[in-house]
């Protein structure tokens, strides 16, 4: 390592001309990824000692050049990561980054703007209320009562969802916590749900016996009569039924709860129904996807994930709902120390963090912001059009290649099993998934289904995903079910 250079310590803006050309690498090296990252083995050997030998040389005793610091860094993030950016990262909703979303972090890093206080940066925080608007028209909600706050992602979403809610039901819950809950609520989700709402139940000192984890229907959706029958046990024995989850587009499988049912239970039973849509959100933007979301403008609260299907850089999590006083509400807290320059402002706007658990938040909206406004809402359709199609493509391809397709979705997520009566065990598919994933050429993973089956998980989750990756991964899959067979 080059020895100390005193300057490095005593500015950290660093020289002029450093960063000149600090920048240019920066840039390089970010193209070089985009052009090359497709040649790179999708996963890396997993190598511990040698990651932390690598990192036992620093000591921070003293300082070194920046340029050097920067080459650290970028190749440990080439050779330490699983490349997300891939087109044959076939895996969880991890996208490849929108180039204007890379651009929109950068600027949002160099300007940081506060996005606690309006005042402070009315251009951030009314951006966001645009995009608010923007996105919560797409999923039918009524322009004068829609509202909603940028989250880190969908689990932040799905904790502000669970507040809102219990806020709702509850309105001294905010100041008398625990003490107001008049009864012990219960939340109801399905067993495809996603987890983060156990942890908001936790977090909100609920406990996780509130969930009530329901069986799923042979087509892998939550039943509203199972929830019907359910919420009817806990009234008898003293519980408030509070809140359903629906979820479009599970992480497991993709597949679509029925909302419309789901929103005629909540209504008549008087539950907050939230539509967890954290991925499948996607097909409020594709005409044709749209019905099969159709009953989610019923739903009090929606979470959506820019930084999944919107392929924005992480984190960038939305939560929406047609409340529009719920989140001031719940979040909004009155101390001294807040910039009050905007109080006697007529059009002032609202202040970010009284809509968030956030005080010091980062301006997440510009990804989306620049990413929208450079490919438009018929650009985004486009795309998504094409991962559907290139789903659509892989369930013939694999087919064909005697796989057998187990989880019903128009979303491009195609859950496999192996050929043969135990071709759904995890005996049976996770060696397979290991082998593909060890060959380096693609990445995919294992949803476990109900009634301890499981089956290989293959999500079009990157916008530069081509008929030949998927070919491409037919391949792998079928040379990995021959050695996991030997
Ligand atoms: C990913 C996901 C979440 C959590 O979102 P994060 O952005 O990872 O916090 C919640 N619900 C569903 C259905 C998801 O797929």
Same mark, same amino acid.
């Given at each position: ?36 990252? &497709? ?57 490849? /980054? ?10 949002? %890093? ?38 909603? =706050? ?10 502000? %969802? ?38 908001? &139940? ?8 509130? =969930? ?32 359903? =989850? ?69 984190? %960038? ?21 807040? /910039? ?59 087919? %064909? !290649? ?28 996770? /060696?397979? !998934?290991?082998? !593909? *994933? ?7 993973? *294992? !949803? ?6 499981? &089956? ?17 991964? *037919? ?12």
């Amino acid at each position: 390592m080059t020895p100390v250079h005193p300057f490095f310590a005593s500015d950290l803006a660093l020289d002029a001309d450093l960063r000149l050309q600090l920048w240019q690498k920066l840039s390089t090296e970010i193209e070089r990824y985009l052009r090359q990252v &497709a040649n790179a083995p999708v996963a890396p050997k997993l190598d511990a000692p040698a990651l932390r030998r690598a990192l036992g040389e620093f000591d921070f005793a003293t300082g070194m050049p920046p340029a050097e610091a920067m080459q650290f860094a970028v190749a440990g993030l080439w050779e330490h990561q699983v490349h997300t950016a891939h087109p044959r990262y076939f895996g969880l909703f991890n996208p490849a /980054p929108t180039t204007m979303g890379v651009v929109a972090d950068a600027l949002v %890093a160099a300007f940081n703007p506060q996005l606690a206080a309006w005042s402070h940066n009315p251009f951030a925080a009314e951006v966001e209320q645009h995009l608010i608007a923007a996105v919560a028209a797409k999923f039918g909600y009524p322009e004068d009562a829609a509202d909603g =706050v940028f989250t880190s992602g969908g689990a932040e979403a799905n904790h502000t %969802a669970l507040l809102c809610a219990l806020t709702h039901a509850f309105p001294e819950y905010g100041r008398r916590g625990a003490a107001a809950l008049l009864r012990p609520p219960a939340i109801y989700v399905g067993t495809q749900s996603h987890h983060s709402m156990i942890k908001a &139940a936790r977090l909100c000192g609920l406990g996780t016996e509130a =969930v009530r984890v329901l069986e799923v229907d042979d087509s892998l959706r939550l039943r509203a009569e199972d929830v019907a029958k359910a919420l009817a046990c806990d009234r008898t024995a003293g519980l408030e039924p509070l809140l359903v =989850v629906a979820t479009l587009g599970t992480t497991g499988t993709g597949v679509l709860d029925r909302v419309a049912e789901l929103a005629e239970l909540a209504e008549r039973e008087h539950l907050w129904l939230h539509a967890d849509a954290a991925w499948g959100g996607m097909a409020a933007i594709v005409p044709e996807l749209r019905p099969a979301i159709e009953g989610i403008e019923r739903a009090d609260s929606i979470t959506f994930d820019a930084h999944k299907s919107l392929s924005v850089p992480m984190g %960038a999590g939305m939560l929406l709902t047609r409340h529009r006083d719920i989140l001031e509400r719940t979040f909004r807290v009155n101390e001294d120390y807040m /910039p009050r320059d905007a109080a006697g402002l007529r059009e002032a706007g609202v202040d970010p963090f009284a809509h968030s658990m956030q005080w010091s938040r980062r301006f997440i909206g510009l990804k989306l912001f620049l990413s929208l406004a450079v490919a438009g809402w018929d650009g985004y359709a486009a795309v998504l059009r094409h991962q559907t199609s290139m789903g659509h493509l892989l369930r013939e391809e694999a087919t %064909a !290649a005697g796989w057998r397709i187990v989880n019903e979705t128009p979303l491009p997520l195609v859950c496999l099993a192996a050929p043969g009566p135990d071709g759904d065990t995890p005996r049976v598919v996770e /060696p397979i !998934a290991r082998a !593909a *994933v060890a060959s380096g050429q693609v990445w995919v993973s *294992v !949803a476990a289904l109900p009634r301890g089956r499981a &089956a290989i998980r293959c999500c079009i989750t990157n916008y530069r995903t081509g008929p030949q990756d998927v070919a491409a991964l *037919v391949q792998s899959l079928n040379q990995a079910r021959g050695q996991a067979r030997r």
